[in-house]
């Protein structure tokens, strides 16, 4: 089919005679921070979520949404079979962050160190890097506007 697409462009601006959401049905996949997502008939990712500098917000009581800092008009939504599914894959998300691990290791840090008296990463060399000291970073938090 053959069309000119500054007319195409044109008619999508007129008034629908229906508009709505389309729901897809995706298999996600958490791996460290990331989301991958597939076709449920295909073993490959068609595409993949970075969870980084990202909110994650609870929408009601089966629905969860991730929207990113740097795209902050567009909402990934998540549909889960409970309420409880739907607080464990929350709860895994904020979870998979680099800024979260690194949170939790210079709390852990300080608490060996007020503790024990010794830094437990000083055996590895590593005490002096910037990355492991307390600084002001991006919290994380969530929310999004398209579907997957």
Known sequence: MRFNEKELMSLSRQPSEKKGDVVKKRLVKLVVNFLF?????????IGALLLEQCRVEKEDSLTFSIAFLDEAERKYLFECDSEEQCGEWIDCIVKASYEFMRKNLIFYRTEIHRLTGKDPLEQYGISDEARFQVSNGLQLMMR???SL
């Open 37 to 45: 997502y597939f076709r449920t008939d295909e073993e490959e990712p």
């Open 144 to 146: 999004d506007t398209s």
